[in-house]
C-alpha cells in the first residue's frame, strides 16, 4: 500500500504529486460559513411537528442537498482507492468498510485500537437507524409510500473513516475535491473542525461544525430517485496546517441487486429524468469529462455496465441500421413492385396472412418489408434514438416530453412507421407486432426465455408459410441449371442478412465505445462550474457539446437528423420539415 500521509507528513514541505492544478484548489482558504444550512432536530420528528421536521427535511434536500441533524445518536488507504494513477493525490488517509448487516462485516474490522469494534458497532447501529428514519421522513415528504427507501434500497451501508492531518500548504491542495456521494443518503460525523465546504449557488461555503449535529447530505442515488426533487449536494474538503481532522462518514446505498429509476409517483406529469439501472455499486465512478470542466452528476452517466449486450444496442446502431436497411428495402421494393413475380408472392401471401393472421405475418417482419429482420434490435433501442434525436436537433422539450411519454406508444410507432418507409396510418398495428419480439414479459431470466420461446414459435410459424414462397418464386424464375443454386442463395442470404446486421450492430457500437463515450444516458448531467443556469437548461447544449467532441458521434447524429427529419415534422414543432428547414437555431447543434 501507498505510505500514509500521517507517516511522513511532519517536517515536510507539500510534495509535487499533491499540488491541485491552479482552477481545482481552494484558492481563499477562509470561506463564509453557511448559517443557512438549516438544522433540523429529529428528535421532535413526533406528533404534530412532524410534518413540520418532514418539510424542513424537503426543503433542505431540495435547496442544499445538505443539512445537519442533531440527534447525536477494511481498506487502509491514502489519498483514494486510485492512488496509482490518480493524477493529483489528496491530503487525506481514509479506513473505509462496511457496516451493515453488522453481523457479516465486525469480523473483518480493524482489531486494535481494541475498543474500536465496540465503539464503531454500536455507532453504525445508531446511524443505520438514524437513515431509515430520516428516509422515511423524506418518503413521506416526497408522497411516497412508507418504507418506499426500506429494505433493499437502503439495505447497505459503509463507513470511511477519514484522516487529514495538518497540511504545510493547504492553499495548494485538497482534502478531497469537489464531488457529490454516490449513494442515497450520507451521515457524517465531522468533528469539531472546519474543513467541509458546501458548492451552492456557484459558491464555497463552509459547513460549520455543530457540536451534538450529525452532517446528512443527500446522494446522487436520492436525486435519482426523486427525479430531481431532491438535489445531491457538492462538496469537497479543504485541509488546515493546525490540526489533523477526522471524520466518519456512513454511506447509505442499495443492495447491488437493485433497480434505481425515478419513482413512478414523481414522474406523473413530468419527463423521468434518468433511465433505470441495476447493479449498482458505489465505487464505480462515471468517466469525467475534465478537460470541458465538467462535473458528472449522476453515477450512470456513461456508465456502461455490461458492455458487450448494451454496446450491441447502442442507439447509433439502430440509427445506421435503420437507414441501410430502409434504404435496401426502398430500392428493392421500387424494383420489385413491377414485377410479377411480387405481385404473385403478394397474392399468395395475402392469403396466407388472411389464414393465420395479421399478427402472424407481422411479427414476423414480412408485412410489406422483407428484410427488416434486424427490426428487432432496432426497435428496442428506439427510446434511446428519441433521445439522441433530442440531442441532436435542440427539438423542444415538450416535444420531446411527449414522445417520451408515448415510448413504446404512438411515439415510437409513428417513428418507426416513418423511418422504415410506411407512411400510411393503418399500417400502425403492424409495426406494433413487429415489436412483440422485442419485448419481454417480464424481467427475470426465465421470463425473457418464455418470451423469447414463445415468439420464435411464432416467427417459425409464419415463416414457415414464407419459405415455401420463396422456393417457388426462386425455382420460376432461375433456369434448371442453376436452380439449386439460386434456392440456396435465397435462403442463405436471410441468414447472411441477420448476421451482417448484427456485425455491423457490433462493429458500429466498438467504434462507439473505443470513443470512450459509451453509450449515452438519456438525460444526463454535465454540470459546468458556472453559476446561475438550472441543470435542465444547461444539459443538453452540455451534451451537445461533449458528444459533438467525438466524430463517431456527429456521424451518428448526423444520421438521427436525416432520419428524423425526413419523417417527423411535427418533431420540429414549428420548424419544418426537413433538415434543410431546420431553423439556424437547431443548426447549431448540429
Ligand atoms: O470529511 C469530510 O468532511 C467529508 C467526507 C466526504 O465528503 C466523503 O467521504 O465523501
Ligand atoms: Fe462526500
Redo the contacts with the bound molecule.
Sequence with gaps: MEKLVSSWYKNKTLPESYIFPPETRPGDLIVPTCKTIPVIDLGKAVGQNRTLIVRQILKASQEYGFFQDLTKSCRLSTSSSNYTREKVHHW?D?LGHHCHPLEDYIKLWPEKPIRYREVVASFSIEAKKLGSRILELVAEGLELQSGYFGHKLSESMQL?V?H?PPCPDPSLTL??SK?C?PDLL?I?H?GDIN??QLFNNGEWTG?EPLHNAL?V?IGNLLQIISNNKLKSAE???VTNSRVA?T?A?F?IYPSDDSIIEPAKSLIRGDASLYRAFDGFAPNREPQIAKKHGLIVRTPTLFSNPKPSLRAALAPGVNVGLMIVMSSLCNLTLTEMMGNTYHQKLIGVFGIFTRFTGRQVADAQFYGEKYYLVTMLIVLKVLRLQLAYAWFALGLRREDMERALEEQYGAGVEEVSVNISGIDRPERVNHVNHTLYPGLSFGHTPKSVMVTLCFFRFWLGFGIGGDYPLFATIMSEYANKKTRGAFIAAVFAMQGFGTLSGGLFAIILSSAFNATGIGVPCLFTFLVPESKGKSLEEISVPLNLVVMMENPMVSVIQMFTVHAISRTQPRFFGTSGGTADSLTVDDRKFL
Design positions: 487525506r481514509k470511511s477519514n487529514y482534502g478531497l464531488h456521494d450520507t457524517l465531522q474543513g467541509l459547513v452532517v447530505n462538496h469537497r474538503v481532522r471524520t462518514a454511506f
